[in-house]
């Protein structure tokens, strides 16, 4: 039997499919996921230059609000500006200009935006762009924070300095964490639903599997089928050779994950193992079972898988990373049905949610599907028979 798995291995490492889409196609996608997103929330984003306009005060104004010690509203509104420039994220960079010199820096692209105080404060900007986006979100704070001023001031005059004073003293006091405690990345969910692909990849190992064992299909098939060999240690032999071998591929991606492109993998890594485990069987017993449907020729088979587990994955949030809460506020019991939502789910589990009783639950329906796809293929092949060789 051991000779048997270890030839069986050599002739899936030989093969260009067996190599490719269950190992090295789920190693580029991880790659690319981390490159397109996988540390976005540690990006530096430039300082964004923007202009002030000052309001033109005639003298007579300027002197009635020295006398009153009344600031005008651009006043008011370049301290803002001033507060935000001085805070650690350094988010803007302010310079007074008379309205000329703005719009010719404007039009040099020297700075993103002019900001008006003569009146009504507004501001102008020359592209669309994630600096033009932040000056008018300091705009927007700007105008909410002086609406809710102004209703203080109208409901309760005697609480307005209180108000002041609790909304210049604003930190941001809120942390996203899990209710294991752990800090979450939103991004995590992408790489927890590619592996739940690479997981059902193993349907292009499966096929593999299941075109050697059929006699009339491939000659090495019919030279193998002919010794003296029992089918039932062929099929026993194809398939746990398909297993490890698919196995150790997505354990390669998921260290890959975890020590290379440092993600939000510190969770037990026997754990993952487990599920690594279930979901590398169910993929592989699901192309095995497709494989060894013979009426349908090997295109069919391959369209079929692919559509198979593309749908699962898409479901899963490969594609969408708000699919699978979709689905789960509308549709919940396909979530349960969906192998790669499965998988992706009790990666939460391990390493985000910390719930024991949800991952055990997850690991008890892969095994359940896992038992019944890999019986059904076996039964499949098993029952195979062939007049004449």
Known sequence: MFHLIKYSIRVKLRNFETIFWPLVFPLLMATLFYFAFGRIEEADFETVRTAVVMEKDSSDKLQENLENMVKSEG???????????????????????TEKEAEAALRRKDI??????DGEIRLTVGANGIPESIL???????????????TVREARPKGMWAAMEQMSKYESLVEQVSLGGRTTNGNAQFFYALIAMACLYGTFIGLGSALWLQADLMPLAARRCATPTSKLALILSEMCSSFFLHFINVMILVLYIRYVLGQEFAGSLPEMMLVVLAGCIIG????????????FGEGVKVALMLGISMSCSFFAGLMNGDMKNVVEQHIPILNRLNPAAVVADAFYCINVYDDRSRYFRSLMILSVMAAVLLAASFVKIRRERYDSL
């Open 136 to 150: 008018q979100s300091l705009l927007e704070s700007y105008e909410n924070g002086k609406q809710t001023l102004l």
């Open 112 to 117: 993103s935006g002019i900001f008006y105080t």
């Open 284 to 295: 592989v017993s699901m192309g095995i079972f497709i494989g060894s449907i013979s009426k």
């Open 75 to 97: 006043e008011i509104f370049r301290e803002f500006l001033t507060e935000i420039e001085e805070s650690e994220e350094h988010l803007i960079q302010t310079e007074e200009m």
